[in-house]
């Protein structure tokens, strides 16, 4: 199984989690496991304190990435998301898809419209997000295919995202 990222920080293992609160957390806890403070100690000191040094920081980026930290809840559920050899997407996710990224073709040269896109789909991925709190959040295991969608939608979301922010700086 794999590490427990919300226990690593003494968190609830919930989607809605406080940002704050977890960077609080980790910068208490790497300030008593940073390799420099163990540096003068033994070699199991000094190699224990990075492999923790590692799991923090490896925890704090997972958690603090929604799509990431949904992806380890899932895990930690023994559910995986598959994105390397599950390719089946919900067809009118595709289709909206495919919209939009014809939008942006015929669009690209206007900032304005490339600004509207970035708007529309900072929407839908946050439509999508409440859903998976929802789910993950609930306390009930009944629909986590779902969740388990949801998690590879904002995955192709977070692409597209970056797609727009590079044709924003091009059009400029």
């Known amino acids: 199984m794999a590490r427990n990222y919300f226990e690593l920080f003494e968190l609830p293992a919930r989607f809605n ?10 910068r208490e806890r790497i300030r008593v496991w940073h390799p420099d403070r163990y540096a003068q ?13 590692a799991d923090l920081n490896d925890g704090l980026k997972v958690l603090r990435d929604p799509v990431s930290r949904a992806r380890h809840l899932l895990s930690l559920r023994g559910i995986s998301t598959d994105e390397d050899t ?6 009118d996710f595709l289709m909206e898809q495919m919209a939009w990224r014809e939008r942006l073709e015929e669009g690209a040269a206007r900032p304005e419209e490339v600004t509207a896109l970035i708007a529309l789909v900072a929407q839908s991925r946050d439509a999508k997000e409440s859903e998976l709190a929802g789910l993950l959040d609930s306390g009930q295991t009944t629909d986590l295919d779902r969740a388990r969608e949801l998690v590879r939608e904002l995955q192709f979301l977070e692409r597209f995202t970056r797609e727009l ?6 059009a400029l």
Request: hydrophobic letters at 35%.
């Open 86 to 91: 599950d390719t089946s997407m919900d067809a």
């Open 165 to 170: 922010d590079c044709a924003v700086t091009e």
């Open 17 to 26: 989690i406080d940002l704050k609160e977890l960077a609080a957390r980790h």
């Open 41 to 53: 100690g033994s070699s199991e000191e000094r190699r224990r304190a990075v492999a923790v040094s």
